[in-house]
Every structure is written in structure tokens, then in C-alpha cells.
């Protein structure tokens, strides 16, 4: 079953429609299609039409819609014969990021990202994307490795933010962040990083320095989620709609910006609706970035990265 958000219940309620007469026609008794056609014209009409307006704290649902497709998704269908590679060497496996070798059209590459999990069980294995100090630990040996062997990296972000428990603060979750930038804005590979749901504060940027960052439409990218933004500046849940707004959290906002330097589309509708044909034009996109940066001189390459982000906002 199709799951709907909030806004789309006028949406889900003729998608609805439409299925019931469906079952009905199956049945042979009574010829509907002529109205299932006309239903159908509708339900594209109105989809068009809420997904060409969609509001900040709209595409925020939409960012985190379950169904999206997560890293696990994108490594299966675009990533050949991938060896995952697990822990820090210090302390721990974190499982809410991954990361490993493959083979990218072609092309050997390093793979690091936020792993969500689906379904119960699967959010609590991977603590919903938010990593600890030995997740960051580890895309720092991982994004090392591949300096040493000169592959490029890429890195999948969707993480509501750092885990803000007692025990990773109690590990250095800000020393681990804060290292894991200054290893990407470090190493002499090509670095492409994709936003493909939420980029949520230092729990993002810290894989997301990279050389060309892309963002998904309707993904969101922030220095902190929307709840919690209304909850410092109005001590106040229900303005999560008013700080998604204020934050300029939408990747049109952020290109416009400067802080990412492409929007990758979604089909009609959102990601989650065809997961299959989102995750063929991060592939696009991605080897496009990457045909661009294999072959520039490494150490113009580091400095150039690191330009990018000290001069981020001054023409503003």
C-alpha cells in the first residue's frame, strides 16, 4: 500500500477511487473505463499541481517519506561488486553509516553514507541515520583509504543529524565531526556528494564537503531540523512550519545560495513513487561530476575544494 502524507489526502482519496473501480472492472459486470480514464487525468492533474507548489515544510515530508530510496537502494542498483568495510579501528561498527569499494560504471570507487533502515527493526539497527562518534571515525579511514589508493569517493546523505546522546558526546561527537570536514576538504580524490533525503546540521556536512554537492528536489539540506529549530527560537513544536521556511531548507534555496552546485529532479511525485528511475538519475549525475574532477591534478584539486567552502557566502 502506497503510504500518503499529510497533504495528499485529496490525492489518496481518488488514487483510491481509481483502485476500487479497478477491482470492479476486473470483475467484468460493468465497463469503467471510460471513467477510470477521466479519474486518472484528474489524479495526474492534482498531483502536478501539489508537487509544482510544494512548501518547505512539505518537502520535509516528502524528504523523509519511508519509501524513498535509501543507501543500501543506490549501492544494489549502481554499484558492482561492492565489498563493505565496517568500523573505526577504535571502538565500534556504527551501523548509520555505511561504506565500502565498488565498481561505478566502471570506474572503482569508495561509497560512503546514511543508512535510515526500513521498518522498525531496521531504524533501530541503523539508529535512524544518526551516527556516532565511530560512524564518523569510519568514513574518515574510509575516505583515507581512498586517498592512499586514489579512488574517488562518493557520499549518499540523509541523516535527521548526529546522534545527540550521552554516550557519543561522551566519545568526542564534535571532535569526530569536525575531523570527518576536515578530511573531505583534505584528501586529493575527486569528492561527489549527493543529498537524498535529509542533510540535517554537522551530522551532514560532516561527508558533505565535497568538490560537487547535489541534492535531490525535494530533499532538504540544514544547519538543523526544522523541529528543532522552533524549539531554540520559539520554545515552541508546532512552528516547525515556520522555521522550515525560515532555514531555506529546499535545494532551490540552497542552489540559489551557493551552497550546492546542482538539483537533481525527482519524477512526478517524489522519489518515492519511482524509486527506480530517481536512483538511474543519481547515477547520471554523479558519473557526470565525477567525469568532470578524475584527472585534475590532485593537489589543485584539494585546494579548489577548500576555496569552495571558505569563500561560501561572501558574494551574499
Same mark, same amino acid.
Given at each position: 500500500?502506497?503510504?500518503?502524507?499529510?497533504?495528499?489526502?485529496? @490525492?489518496?482519496?481518488?488514487?483510491?477511487?481509481?483502485?476500487?473501480?479497478?477491482?470492479?472492472?476486473?470483475?467484468?459486470? $460493468?465497463?469503467?473505463?471510460?471513467?477510470?480514464?477521466?479519474?486518472?487525468?484528474?489524479?495526474?492533474?492534482?498531483?502536478?499541481?501539489?508537487?509544482?507548489?510544494?512548501? =518547505?515544510?512539505?518537502?520535509?515530508?516528502?524528504?523523509?517519506?519511508?519509501?524513498? =530510496?535509501?543507501?543500501?537502494?543506490?549501492?544494489?542498483?549502481?554499484?558492482?561488486?561492492?565489498?563493505?568495510?565496517?568500523?573505526?579501528?577504535?571502538?565500534?561498527?556504527?551501523?548509520?553509516?555505511?561504506?565500502?569499494?565498488?565498481?561505478?560504471?566502471?570506474?572503482?570507487?569508495? $561509497? $560512503?553514507?546514511?543508512?535510515? &533502515?526500513?521498518?522498525?527493526? &531496521?531504524?533501530?539497527?541503523?539508529?535512524?541515520? /544518526?551516527?556516532? =562518534?565511530? &560512524?564518523?571515525?569510519?568514513?574518515?579511514?574510509?575516505?583515507? @583509504?581512498?586517498?592512499?589508493?586514489?579512488?574517488?569517493? $562518493?557520499?549518499?546523505?540523509?541523516?535527521?543529524?548526529?546522534?545527540?546522546?550521552?554516550?557519543?558526546?561522551?566519545?568526542?561527537?564534535?571532535?569526530?565531526?569536525?575531523?570527518?570536514?576536515? %578530511?573531505?576538504?583534505?584528501?586529493?580524490?575527486?569528492?561527489?556528494?549527493?543529498?537524498?533525503?535529509?542533510? +540535517?546540521?554537522?551530522?551532514?556536512?560532516?561527508?558533505?564537503?565535497?568538490?560537487?554537492?547535489? /541534492?535531490?528536489?525535494?530533499?532538504?539540506? #540544514?544547519?538543523? #531540523?526544522?523541529?528543532? %529549530?522552533?524549539?531554540?527560537?520559539?520554545?515552541?513544536?508546532?512552528?516547525?512550519?515556520?522555521?522550515?521556511?525560515?532555514?531555506?531548507?529546499?535545494?532551490?534555496?540552497?542552489?540559489?545560495? +551557493?551552497?550546492?552546485?546542482?538539483?537533481?529532479?525527482? =519524477?512526478?511525485?517524489?522519489?518515492?513513487?519511482?524509486?527506480?528511475? /530517481?536512483?538511474?538519475?543519481? +547515477?547520471?549525475?554523479?558519473?557526470?561530476?565525477?567525469?568532470?574532477?578524475?584527472?585534475?591534478?590532485?593537489?589543485? @584539486?584539494?585546494?579548489?575544494?577548500?576555496?569552495?567552502?571558505?569563500?561560501?557566502?561572501?558574494?551574499?
Amino acid at each position: 500500500m502506497r503510504v500518503y502524507l499529510d497533504f495528499e489526502k485529496p @490525492l489518496a482519496e481518488l488514487e483510491n477511487s481509481i483502485r476500487e473501480l479497478e477491482r470492479t472492472a476486473e470483475g467484468g459486470t $460493468v465497463n469503467v473505463a471510460e471513467e477510470i480514464g477521466r479519474l486518472r487525468a484528474k489524479a495526474d492533474a492534482m498531483l502536478r499541481a501539489t508537487y509544482g507548489k510544494l512548501e =518547505p515544510w512539505q518537502k520535509t515530508q516528502v524528504a523523509r517519506h519511508q519509501d524513498r =530510496p535509501h543507501f543500501h537502494d543506490y549501492v544494489d542498483a549502481l554499484v558492482e561488486d561492492f565489498v563493505p568495510l565496517a568500523g573505526d579501528r577504535l571502538f565500534a561498527d556504527d551501523r548509520a553509516i555505511l561504506g565500502g569499494i565498488g565498481r561505478f560504471q566502471g570506474r572503482s570507487v569508495v $561509497v $560512503v553514507g546514511h543508512a535510515k &533502515g526500513r521498518g522498525t527493526d &531496521g531504524r533501530l539497527k541503523h539508529n535512524f541515520g /544518526m551516527a556516532r =562518534p565511530e &560512524g564518523y571515525r569510519k568514513a574518515i579511514r574510509l575516505m583515507r @583509504l581512498a586517498d592512499r589508493f586514489r579512488l574517488p569517493v $562518493v557520499t549518499l546523505i540523509d541523516t535527521p543529524g548526529a546522534y545527540p546522546g550521552i554516550d557519543a558526546e561522551a566519545r568526542g561527537q564534535a571532535e569526530a565531526i569536525a575531523r570527518a570536514i576536515d %578530511c573531505c576538504l583534505d584528501i586529493r580524490v575527486p569528492l561527489v556528494a549527493v543529498v537524498v533525503g535529509e542533510g +540535517g546540521s554537522g551530522g551532514a556536512v560532516a561527508i558533505g564537503a565535497a568538490d560537487r554537492v547535489l /541534492m535531490l528536489e525535494h530533499a532538504i539540506y #540544514s544547519v538543523a #531540523s526544522p523541529e528543532a %529549530c522552533a524549539s531554540i527560537l520559539w520554545h515552541a513544536s508546532d512552528k516547525a512550519r515556520d522555521a522550515a521556511e525560515a532555514l531555506k531548507v529546499t535545494a532551490a534555496d540552497l542552489l540559489r545560495l +551557493g551552497v550546492i552546485d546542482e538539483v537533481v529532479p525527482e =519524477p512526478l511525485g517524489g522519489a518515492h513513487r519511482a524509486p527506480d528511475e /530517481m536512483i538511474a538519475r543519481v +547515477g547520471e549525475a554523479v558519473d557526470r561530476c565525477l567525469a568532470g574532477l578524475v584527472g585534475q591534478e590532485a593537489e589543485a @584539486l584539494r585546494e579548489g575544494r577548500r576555496r569552495k567552502f571558505i569563500d561560501m557566502g561572501r558574494s551574499l
